[in-house]
Structure formats: C-alpha cells, structure tokens
C-alpha cells in the first residue's frame, strides 16, 4: 500500500497542536512525523501528550535541541522520511496552530496519491473577511512579485499545507533556506520539473487581530524578497557588465584601428564590441540568470529578434517621446523609454526566450 506521512513542524505550539493529533487519532490517520523545533522547556508537557498520542498512531517525534526554523525542521523530516519509509510516495505537511483541519490536510494527501509527481498546494482564500490584514497584503505582493520574477502563478504563495512528492523531497534537502524562506525556494525549485496543483481548503485564522504566528513580518518577508529578487538582480549584473563589455572592446577597437577612416572606425568598432557584448549577455541570461533548458540554438535566434525589436522600439518611443513632451531632453525620454523596455525584456526573456520546459 502506498504511505503518505504527514509531517507537522512545531515552534512552541499550543493545545491547538493536541487537539489536531486526536483527530488524527478519531479518524484513525496514522504515520504522522510531528518535529519539536527547539521549544523551551515550558512546552514540555504539551510535547509530552503529543508524544503519547503519536505512539497510539504510528507517529514518531523527531527533535531540535535549539530552534533551527521551520525549512531545517522540514528537512529534518524529509530525511527521515527518506530514510525510513521506503513505501512512501511522498508526504505532505501541516501546520501546527489549527489552520489546518483533518478534511483539508486528507484532502491534499488524496490529490497527491492521484498525482505523485506534482507539487500539491492547499491554498487559502484570501477574499474571506476574516484574513488578518497583513496575511492579505503579503501574499498579494508575493504573488505579483513571484509570477513576474519566475513565472510562477499560485493563489498562496505561503501556504504550509502542501503534497510534495518522494522526488522532489530529495532534491530540496540539499536546497538552502532554513526557515519560512524555505517554502518559497521550494516554489521556485519546482519550475521545469514539476507543475503545480491548487487544492482549496478552509481558512482558519482565530480572529483577525490575536492570531499568533512565529513568522516575523519584516525579517522573514525580507528573506524571501531576497530570494525573489535574487534573479532578477542576476539580469541587472549581466546586463550591466555587457554594457562595461561593450565600451571596453569599443575603446580597444577604436585604438587598433586609429590610423583608418574615422566613420568605418567607429561602425567596425561598434559592430565587432556589439557582437562579444551580445553573446556574452545570451550565454550569461541562458545560463546563469534563467538556467534554461531551451535548445542553444532557438533561444540565440530569439535574443537576436527580441534584440532587434527592441532597439527598434526604443529609437521609435524616443521619436515621438521627444515630439510629445518637447523641450524635455531627448537623453531623459531614452533613459525612461529604456528602463520601461528593461523591465519587458526581462519578463519576455523568461517567459519565451530562455523559458524552461
């Protein structure tokens, strides 16, 4: 028979976390991998009724001697799971402060039975009036950022239920992030080798202003814009340094060839430092910034057209942004018109010319 453990990382939880094992144990869910993150000595009695419970259902409490967040805790048990449970197709998580009911927590592991190569997401509605404000507002902007950054489109980008199949545990074991980061590098983790399934579940918060989370609003949100943004500061380097390429073998070519004609200097040199600088910016995006599987060859053809239209329009849009909003400098119009076509290359680069299969 096929296993799907459940695996409930805990920080200093409350009765909240009893009360789900005893369902677990009402509705005879077994295998279930409960991990103490370091919680302080004032928690050991509810870890203590936890542990008893466990043993009634084949579960197991694995240990932290000091907090390690909740990425190390779920590694901790994807190790375990590995380790021990060679029937296990893969497993899904939950989280320990009641959010999660038994029907949701069952109904991810049905969709993952169904689909054990997909990533499996239990997502919650945002829309409902009792969300806490601050749970809305930053799973929007995570959202927006995500899809515009990786291409990924989820309705709850930090959501602790999910259905991760056996493969994909063994691959995020060695994925860094060791708190709530985690779980948006295992979003990212996820683009071109498993595709994603939203399952709706209920959305369970105590009240919108006392409930508690061991999530830290400004640390933990800056770690994970980091990392969202950690791609597309790859694009601005690269992008950068073709630039710094392009003049260095402008200025070398120019002073190689000072004894020519000066108009066939300068078109030679402009040709030859626009060929090294574009080729190194291609190589660099394929490999580096959208570590793309798509054939060399159809992804160059396409950086070539992008290029060209995009030089195009930016001599276009300066035209007519010179004509329009005269006596504005023609410099300050290219600055803004080039910025703006910056920012489209970068979501036309990742989503058709180094796109991942």
Known sequence: MKEIPIIIPAYEPDERLIKLL???REKNVRDVILVDDGSSVEYKEIFQQAKQILREIDGILLIHECNQGKGRALKTAFSYILDNCPEAIGTVTADSDGQHTIECISSVSDELLKNPNKLILGVRNFEEENIPWKSEFGNKITMKVLGYVSGIHVSDTQTGLRGIPRGFMKELINVAGERFEFETRMLLESVGKYSIKEVPIKTIYDSKENHQTHFRPIKDSLKIYKILGAKFFKYIFTSLSASVLDILIFTICCYLLKEGNSASQIVIATI??????????CAMNYKVVFNSNEKVLRAVLKYIFLAVIQM????????????????????????????VLFFISFYIQRKYVFKKQ
């Open 22 to 24: 005893k369902e677990f």
């Open 272 to 281: 030859t430092a626009r060929f090294f600088s574009a080729t190194y910016n």
């Open 312 to 339: 195009s329009l930016s001599a276009v849009l300066v035209i007519f942004g010179v004509k329009i909003l005269a006596p504005i400098s023609e410099v300050i119009v290219k600055i803004v018109v080039d910025t």
